[in-house]
Nanobody, 124 residues
């Protein structure tokens, strides 16, 4: 069983940067996929980014391409989300997710584990 813990959220101004971290406990393999979804107030979950723990296959949601970067840590149990040029519409709770079959999906329900979430608030 995989347990995920996010950190790094906060309140910033538009144009600022934040870095989110997600630490996974449990045995992790290079083909596992870890990523991020977000949910803004009153909206559905939105795919943000994902990566295999090998770092070889990465996907981004259209709204964050060119501004957000997902990466894995030196240990194959941590992923980061570097968020640059933040906008008020990036305000949401960000959730770390994991797929233990190595499958990519833009649907939250396809993932095997997710964390409690971390709040990101961007003011204009």
């Amino acid at each position: 069983q995989v347990h995920l813990v996010e950190s790094g959220g906060g309140s910033v101004q538009a144009g600022d940067s934040l870095r989110l971290s997600c630490a996974a406990s449990g045995r992790m393999f290079s083909w596992y996929v870890m990523g991020w979804f977000r949910q803004a107030p009153g909206k559905d979950y939105e795919f943000v980014a994902s990566t295999t723990l090998s770092g070889l296959t990465i996907h981004y949601g259209d709204s964050v391409k060119g501004r957000f970067t997902i990466s894995r840590g030196s240990a194959e149990s941590t992923v980061f989300l570097q968020m640059n040029n933040l906008k008020p519409e990036d305000t949401a709770v960000y959730y770390c997710v994991a797929d233990l079959r190595g499958d990519f999906s833009r649907w939250l329900g396809d993932y095997d584990a997710w964390g409690q979430g971390t709040q990101v608030t961007v003011s204009s």
